[in-house]
């Protein structure tokens, strides 16, 4: 791999989660060397959007793709935000708890 290679994340980890990249997230490699095993990735969105991240991601995490489509790292992102919204509305108290028994 080298600097201006488009790659696509092939795992999931919760490290990469925390900065909003995912399994199947496609970027590319924008430092010109490897660090300790690392490459420094940027993920974009379509058009004048903020980039999703730029992460250190693990070589063997990571694969070589001829063409980077950032339509992708939008729909994955798109996915964890309505998973994530779920599990909050699911764990929302109601505001009226006067019609329960103790």
Avoid at 5 to 14: A, G, L, M, T
Avoid at 19 to 31: A, R
């Amino acid at each position: 791999m080298k600097e201006m290679d488009c790659v696509e994340v092939v795992v999931e980890k919760e490290k990469y989660a925390k900065e909003g990249v995912h399994k199947g997230m496609q970027g590319w490699i924008c430092y010109p060397e490897c660090t300790n095993g690392y490459w420094l990735v940027n993920f974009p969105q379509c058009g004048e959007k903020e980039d999703i991240a730029t992460a250190d991601i693990k070589e063997e995490d990571l694969k070589l793709v001829p063409v980077m489509r950032a339509v992708v790292n939008e729909q994955i992102k798109a996915q964890f935000e309505d998973a994530e919204n779920t599990a909050k509305e699911s764990h929302e108290t109601p505001d009226d708890l006067s019609g329960y028994m103790i």
